[in-house]
């Protein structure tokens, strides 16, 4: 049996089973695990369940045609990237050219088909949405700590708000706002190398703290965010990062102590709340936070003759509709 985990696969539909047999035949001799289908209805279909890496779509179909097909494709949220090639039996056919790219097909051949080009032709678009998938991965990533940066922590985070504000998330979600105390110290005193480094310690610590369900970012310079999609309570989020920072010091060798600052927001169901109002919510949870331990420092120095830039932490949330 064909196996389609180590093969591009490619969905082919069209009306005419003599056609199909061809262009199946063709794709599948070059390598190409080949799904099909016997018309557009069943075409998008099979590309929901299946997710393929290219449509191939006769035109002229009954019911619903190559181009309404590329139209379904293109209005549904995890297809819409995918490829779309044309077939139309028709030579010159310049209305269908037209209305093909205007519903968003990438491109377009007649029949009869030149194999070679056909398989040129699918090759090409797989390839091209590949490296776009990669630019764009690559767009949402931080180089450093390979987590989400920003732009790609909101970008995900905004798919989540969507299901919070029609409810379909129950328990709502928490948002957890991360600052590392004294990176700027470590930096000048130990090197911007060993900064680096605490960065990266810190994103392994968050990443050990939260579920797989849970989006973490590294959305500045020494910040840090985790939308928590679980059941979770803030005492809970903040006591699971609060043991992690406890491990990590314990058993380093660094000769000083990782401190951080954090703020927890929750969004409730049916919050309509924006990212940016969200963002700027336990971002001021997270700075009273820290204004806190800088006051229990200062009373510390005061008493002691000392100060310690990293001391221990406590944990201050807020609840938000």
Request: aromatic fraction near 4%; include cysteine; hydrophobic fraction near 35%.
């Amino acid at each position: 049996m064909e196996q389609q985990q180590t093969k591009l696969s490619v969905l082919v539909v069209n009306d005419e089973p003599a056609q199909l047999t061809v262009l199946r035949e063709v794709l599948r001799d070059a390598g190409f695990f080949v799904l099909t289908a016997a018309d557009g209805d069943e075409g998008f279909e099979v590309a929901k369940l299946q997710r393929p890496d290219l449509v191939i779509s006769d035109v002229t179909m009954p019911h619903v045609s190559g181009i309404e097909l590329c139209r379904l494709i293109r209005s549904d949220d995890e297809l819409e990237t995918t490829p779309v090639l044309l077939i139309s039996g028709l030579r010159k056919d310049d209305q269908s050219v037209l209305e093909g790219f205007g519903a968003g097909a990438d491109d377009y051949l007649e029949i009869p088909i030149n194999p070679l080009r056909l398989i040129a032709q699918s090759a090409r678009l797989i390839e091209r949405k590949k490296a776009e998938e990669a630019l764009r991965d690559l767009s949402l990533t931080d180089d450093l700590t390979t987590l989400r940066n920003r732009r790609g922590f909101i970008t995900l985070c905004g798919q989540y708000l969507e299901l919070v504000r029609s409810r379909r998330i129950a328990g709502g979600l928490m948002l957890v706002y991360a600052d590392i105390d004294g990176l700027k110290h470590i930096n000048d005193r130990f090197g911007h190398q060993e900064g680096s480094q605490t960065i990266v310690q810190t994103a392994e610590i968050l990443k050990k703290s939260c579920r797989s369900s849970d989006i973490v970012g590294r959305i500045g310079g020494d910040e840090f965010t985790v939308l928590a999609v679980g059941a979770d309570t803030a005492e809970e989020i903040t006591a699971r990062i609060e043991e992690q920072l406890k491990i990590h010091n314990a058993n380093g060798s660094r000769p000083y102590q990782l401190s951080l600052s954090l703020g927890v927001t929750r969004i409730e169901p049916g919050s309509r709340a924006s990212m940016d109002d969200l963002l700027a919510r336990a971002d001021q949870a997270m700075y009273e936070h820290k204004n806190v331990k800088k006051a229990h420092l200062t009373l510390g120095a005061a008493s002691t003759g000392g100060h310690d830039e990293f001391g221990s932490k406590s944990t201050r949330h807020r609840n938000h509709p």
